[in-house]
């Protein structure tokens, strides 16, 4: 089945150490979106690509950095984890062209980090 | 700039009693709504859409929703509850033209329980 594949499930790191979370899709989307969710809150966009192209939400942290080497990949960075990053990091797909939002996003089941 | 609001933060029902989870957009353009669930330690699936056409959309799991604008709401309802209906329901909307690429708003989610 094609999917959304987000690994490693469970992510533990150090207060300061980088860290990288991966996402794969075997859906061909055009668009790939990295969310962060904490504990009982909706799912707040960090950036998305569309194709190759990079967009980053105003408020997202200079900490948090994304990488999309080709359509089927894409990797969170975080360079300097706080306990303030601890979270559920949700990756997702869309086929979307511009000005026509109708489809919807597939999830992947998200990488929980934590921070020691 | 568009907004959702889920009234209700935690719903509780009785297995086999309806299930009503309400939610009201602001939108300036007409909107593209969804709703998705969210079990634990998983990511978001999607469980209907409105884009065009019918107001009444039939999803997943036996829930349906309907959108109206008279009153700027698309509650989500089901008929009969079941207890593997327990979960998060989040309400989104993103927002047709211009270059959103897509981009959701989330509600902030409503936890259903289930009592036997």
């Known amino acids: 089945d094609a999917m959304v594949i987000q690994n490693p499930r469970y992510q533990v790191t150090q207060f300061g150490k980088p860290v990288t979370l991966s996402c794969s899709q075997t859906?061909?989307?055009?668009?790939m979106y990295w969310y962060q969710q904490k504990s009982s809150q909706a799912p707040k966009l960090l950036f998305h690509?569309?194709?190759?192209?990079?967009?980053n939400e105003a408020d997202t942290p200079d900490n948090f950095q994304s990488r999309r080497p080709n359509t089927s990949f894409c990797f969170l960075d975080i360079r300097s984890p706080g306990l303030g990053d601890a979270a559920m990091y949700l990756c997702?797909?869309?086929?979307?062209?511009?000005?026509?939002?109708?489809?919807?996003?597939?999830f992947g089941d998200g990488t929980r980090l934590s921070i020691l | 700039a568009q907004s959702v609001t889920q009234l209700g933060s935690h719903v509780s029902v009785s297995e086999g009693a309806l299930v009503l989870l309400r939610c009201n957009y602001s939108s300036s353009v007409p909107p593209y709504l969804f709703w998705y669930v969210q079990y634990p330690n998983q990511g978001l699936q999607l469980l209907l859409k409105?884009?065009?056409?019918?107001?009444l959309v039939k999803g997943i799991n036996g829930f349906e929703a309907e959108f109206k604008k008279s009153e700027t709401s698309f509650h989500l309802t089901k008929p009969s509850a079941h207890m593997s209906d327990a979960a998060e329901y989040f309400c989104?909307?993103?927002?047709?033209?211009?270059?959103?690429?897509?981009?959701?708003?989330f509600g902030q989610g409503t936890i259903l329980t289930v009592h036997p």
């Open positions: 989104a909307v993103s927002r047709a033209g211009g270059t959103s690429y897509g981009k959701l708003t």
């Open positions: 859906l061909n989307h055009n668009v």
């Open positions: 409105y884009t065009t056409g019918a107001t």
């Open positions: 690509y569309y194709d190759k192209d990079f967009n």
């Open positions: 997702a797909t869309s086929r979307d062209r511009m000005g026509y939002s109708n489809q919807p996003q597939h």
